[in-house]
């Protein structure tokens, strides 16, 4: 007869943001937790995330800042744990950060203290974690409650948490566990894709743009109703940077994109006044002084016609102040799962409870984090979910 297996409160499958934050809380709370991770070592995208600095949140998170088919479902969790919860916990640890861009909070040092932290603070709460540890499979056994066969025994449970986060990074032990396990319980998975991810140029768009790899700017970049103001930059696929990685989570192939390469300026105003006060300096003169170089030069070769201001008439300066506004950047597809910083998409939140993260189906079943079918925008969004979900869920076992 095979041998009984571990009995815990709850079990939570992934050691990532959402995992270990549901973890500790519960432990916190006095539950018997076992948390088990296939990676050989919890946390590895807060270990690389912010340039190996974690933008461990943003202090100026509203449910505006996600990505759902239910805009709704975050407002109570990200409500009931905000970013100065998470804060006062960073605090607590005597971990330095600093505001790098508005609201968005990195470590001074180093990610790995946040995981240190989030290790301690479990440690404390008499958590188990189990590393390198496969699920063979879950089910439900007659008694109710979940069993789970893993290459490091069975254990079971009344409670199970997914937080096996989404897609994307791959060698970082991204799986699509969490959505099958999903749909096996009779859940919806919305389609998923990859997002906060750089964009790729083919044909006779790369061609154009190539050569202008490292050259970086500032623009709104604009697509589907939305809009950001940030940096982009040319690399040798395509493009990339905040502005891009930003839109890129609203735009999908065929879809319109178009860049304000004169942010904040009204183009034509600018033109005329450029070209009253200078007319004897060439288009690509002028523009250079606000544009890249290479960049204003290539614009004048390809999309307006370089010549000295004065020169320019009436109609000539009219589509230069279309282009520049509502430059049309034709990209063919997303460097995919390989690079993108999240997964858009996934388990369909009208099955969970948005103030538990527990299945309407399936009873003790609960679903925190990058799983979820919630998306934030760059600058710590991402995280902050991860904190507030894991933290509902673990108030709630
Ligand atoms: P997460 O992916 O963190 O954790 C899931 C865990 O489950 C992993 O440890 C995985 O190995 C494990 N797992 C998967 N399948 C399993 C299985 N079958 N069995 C057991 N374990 C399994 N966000 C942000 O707010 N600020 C930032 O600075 C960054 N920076 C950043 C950089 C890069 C390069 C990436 C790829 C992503 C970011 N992000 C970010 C996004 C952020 O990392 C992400 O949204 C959260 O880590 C999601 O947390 P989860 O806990 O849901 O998943």
Same mark, same amino acid.
């Not at 949140?57 to 998470?86: D, E, M, Q, V």
């Given at each position: ?45 807060? $270990? ?255 999309? $307006? ?93």
């Amino acid at each position: 007869m095979a041998e009984a297996p571990v009995r815990y409160d709850a079990i939570v499958i992934g050691a990532g943001a959402a995992g270990l934050m549901c973890a500790l809380t519960a432990g916190q709370r006095g539950l018997r937790v076992l948390v088990v991770e296939h990676a050989n070592k919890p946390g590895k995208k807060i $270990l690389m995330s912010g340039g190996g600095r974690c933008n461990f949140t943003n202090t100026g998170t509203t449910p505006a800042n996600y990505i759902s088919a239910n805009p709704h479902f975050c407002k109570s969790a990200l409500a009931r744990y905000t970013p100065w919860h998470f804060i006062d916990l960073v605090e607590k640890h005597r971990i330095a950060y600093h505001e790098k861009a508005p609201g968005q909070l990195f470590c001074d040092v180093s990610s790995k203290l946040i995981v240190k932290m989030l290790l301690d603070e479990c440690a404390a709460a008499g958590v188990e974690l189990r590393t390198s540890c496969t699920v063979e499979a879950v089910e439900q056994p007659d008694g109710g409650g979940f069993l789970l066969r893993t290459t490091q025994g069975r254990f079971a449970a009344p409670s199970l948490v997914v937080a096996s986060g989404g897609l994307s990074i791959p060698s970082m032990g991204a799986t699509g566990f969490g959505y099958e396990l999903a749909r096996r319980f009779g859940h919806e998975v919305l389609p998923t894709r990859a997002g906060l991810v750089p964009l790729t140029l083919s044909g006779r768009h790369q061609e154009r743009l190539a050569d202008l790899s490292g050259v970086a700017l500032e623009v709104e970049a604009r697509c589907n109703g939305r809009s950001f103001r940030e940096a982009m930059l040319f690399t040798h696929r395509g493009v990339s940077g905040p502005a891009i990685l930003q839109i890129s989570s609203y735009w999908q192939p065929g879809d319109e994109l178009l860049l304000d390469l004169l942010p904040g300026r009204d183009a034509g105003e600018w033109l005329r006044a450029q070209q009253k006060a200078r007319p004897d300096a060439e288009l690509k003169t002028v523009l250079s002084e606000v544009l890249p170089r290479r960049f204003a030069q290539r614009l004048c070769e390809l999309w $307006l016609q370089n010549r000295p201001m004065r020169q320019l008439d009436v109609p000539q300066l009219r589509k230069a102040a279309e282009v520049l506004p509502a430059w049309p950047l034709v990209a063919s597809g997303t460097e995919g799962y390989r690079t993108a910083e999240v997964t858009l998409g996934g388990v369909d939140t009208n099955g969970v409870s948005s103030s538990t993260m527990e299945s309407r189906k399936v009873p003790g079943l609960h679903f925190v984090g990058e799983v979820l079918d919630v998306t934030g925008w760059l600058g710590g969004y991402n995280f902050q979910w991860a904190w507030a979900s894991g933290h509902a869920a673990g108030q709630a076992l």
